[in-house]
């Protein structure tokens, strides 16, 4: 009875191993000579080896149990440069093409969602090669004068638009025919949206600005509802363009105003709104724009990234800290040696106006910096403004070294302890040179970010 128990049990076992789903890759290259293809995932800006197989005796390379990988976008690689993106979402895939060309050579034998993507990139080929063609040719009319050329070019720039109207409408077709499929929705997630075709569409809500038009629709074509786009680069790219044309010129105002029009589109997924909300932590926690980081944290970290309770008490103790360091808020006091071993005491020290500049002797931007800086300081010290260069530095000789080096005239302070001194915390110093002024009652004025803003900031200080 026993072994009987175990018979039914072994052949139960077996028939649900076999009736499990096995995805598998077949790819075919003709042309290749090398032996090996590697499998790479995709995640934002992050591709990771995460298979490698040999060349078959029929020529053919296979990945087996893809199924274990989640749906999106993966790059299989035979050298250097020769790699096909392809996307995975639980179905078997083969496919054959040349080394020659291999976008336009590949035939997909099977998997909908890569003939759909295919089909696309062979007819958004042909596409680009004709408005390059009329492109060069405005380009030449665009030399002459003459009124009739004028007219030409605005002829072509027509053929252009339609040309750009007509993968729109191809990708449109696709995301009604194959609504369920992953691939018509990574296709329209590639198209910027149209301005004009905006306009037609909405005749009662025009925009009257192009630039605002794009700031509230920059990512209308991307589904972040839909956490495969995470196993893309569409996201990671479009949040970088993103930045790029709305974060010029650099301001608190202007990156808190990005970060909470794509958050608010964020919510839609939770995977997708903590690879958002990382993705701008990891760019403003070390940056000089402290208020960002702390609009980050207050708004979105804490309110609801709760998977990590320490991360949440470290960030919400750091915010604290940088906002006890505002501009308005009394400077921690500063007990320090100079070269001598005197303490000095920053509260103590009498001045209409206080530059703190904390720099390192290792640091290639703080040796760019300092001149500068110290220019500004000799400027501006017989109106009575006192300077504090804190040395973040472990090593006598290299910081007297430092200070000889840049003819240092203001007070030097150090602790000698690097890296682990309590003052970078103390002040939340993350990147050097960081510069902090104060009045004459030790109140923080300002963390200028250069030279203009240290001027501007002494000018008001001492009424001038």
């Known amino acids: 009875?026993?072994?009987?128990?175990?018979?039914?049990?072994?052949?139960?076992?077996?028939?649900?191993?076999?009736?499990?789903?096995?995805?598998?890759?077949?790819?075919?290259?003709?042309?290749?000579?090398?032996?090996?293809?590697?499998?790479?995932?995709?995640?934002?800006?992050?591709?990771?080896?995460?298979?490698?197989?040999?060349?078959?005796?029929?020529?053919?390379?296979?990945?087996?149990?893809?199924?274990?990988?989640?749906?999106?976008?993966?790059?299989?690689?035979?050298?250097?440069?020769?790699?096909?993106?392809?996307?995975?979402?639980?179905?078997?895939?083969?496919?054959?093409?040349?080394?020659?060309?291999?976008?336009?050579?590949?035939?997909?034998?099977?998997?909908l969602e890569n003939?759909?993507?295919?089909?696309?990139?062979?007819?958004?080929?042909?596409?680009?090669?004709?408005?390059?063609?009329?492109?060069?040719?405005?380009?030449?009319?665009?030399?002459?004068?003459?009124?009739?050329?004028?007219?030409?070019?605005?002829?072509?720039?027509?053929?252009?638009?339609?040309?750009?109207?007509?993968i729109y409408q191809y990708v449109k077709t696709m995301n009604i025919d194959y609504r369920d499929y992953f691939a018509p929705k990574l296709l329209k997630s590639y198209i910027v949206p149209s301005f004009e075709e905006y306009q037609l569409d909405n005749p009662e809500n025009k925009y009257e600005d192009e630039q605002q038009f794009y700031f509230e629709h920059f990512f209308d074509n991307i589904d972040f509802s839909d956490a495969r786009f995470l196993n893309t680069k569409v996201i990671f790219v479009s949040l970088s363009d993103y930045m790029k044309a709305f974060g010029t010129p650099a301001s608190t105002k202007n990156y808190i105003e990005i970060i909470d029009q794509v958050m608010d589109k964020a919510y839609a997924n939770r995977e997708v709104y903590n690879y958002c909300l990382d993705l701008f932590i990891q760019t403003f926690e070390n940056s000089l724009w402290e208020e960002v980081f702390v609009h980050l944290i207050d708004h979105y970290y804490l309110t609801s990234y709760v998977a990590n309770p320490e991360m949440g008490a470290y960030y919400a103790g750091l915010s604290a800290r940088i906002k006890a360091l505002?501009?308005?808020?009394?400077?921690?006091?500063?007990?320090?040696?100079?070269?001598?071993?005197?303490?000095?005491?920053?509260?103590n020290t009498k001045a209409k106006a206080k530059i703190i500049v904390f720099y390192s002797s290792d640091c290639s931007h703080c040796a760019e910096a300092l001149p500068s800086i110290i220019e500004t300081y000799d400027m501006y010290k017989e109106l009575g403004v006192e300077g504090f260069g804190i040395c973040?530095?472990?090593?006598?000789?290299?910081?007297?070294?430092?200070?000889?080096?840049?003819?240092?005239?203001?007070?030097?302070?150090?602790?000698?302890?690097?890296?682990?001194?309590?003052?970078?915390?103390?002040?939340?110093?993350?990147?050097?040179?960081?510069?902090?002024?104060?009045?004459?009652?030790?109140?923080?004025?300002?963390?200028?970010?250069?030279?203009n803003d240290i001027h501007a900031t002494l000018v008001q200080v001492l009424n001038l």
């Open 392 to 451: 973040i530095d472990d090593n006598l000789n290299s910081w007297k070294k430092e200070i000889n080096k840049f003819n240092m005239n203001w007070v030097n302070l150090s602790d000698l302890k690097g890296t682990q001194s309590p003052i970078l915390q103390t002040y939340n110093i993350t990147s050097t040179p960081t510069i902090i002024i104060l009045n004459e009652n030790n109140i923080i004025m300002d963390k200028p970010k250069n030279i």
């Open 326 to 347: 505002k501009p308005g808020k009394l400077a921690p006091e500063i007990l320090l040696q100079d070269t001598l071993g005197n303490i000095v005491n920053l509260h």
């Open 115 to 166: 003939q759909i993507l295919f089909d696309y990139w062979n007819f958004a080929l042909e596409i680009r090669d004709s408005v390059t063609l009329l492109s060069i040719q405005k380009a030449n009319l665009e030399k002459s004068k003459n009124a009739t050329d004028y007219i030409k070019i605005k002829n072509i720039e027509k053929k252009i638009l339609r040309y750009n109207s007509e």
């Open 1 to 111: 009875m026993k072994i009987l128990i175990n018979l039914i049990f072994l052949f139960a076992t077996l028939n649900l191993a076999a009736q499990a789903p096995s995805n598998f890759l077949l790819y075919s290259l003709k042309g290749f000579t090398g032996e090996q293809a590697v499998l790479f995932s995709i995640k934002g800006s992050e591709t990771v080896a995460i298979d490698t197989v040999q060349k078959q005796s029929t020529g053919t390379f296979v990945f087996h149990n893809i199924e274990q990988y989640p749906a999106g976008m993966y790059s299989v690689y035979f050298n250097d440069s020769l790699y096909t993106e392809l996307i995975f979402n639980k179905e078997d895939i083969i496919v054959e093409t040349e080394v020659g060309d291999i976008v336009k050579n590949m035939q997909i034998r099977k998997s």
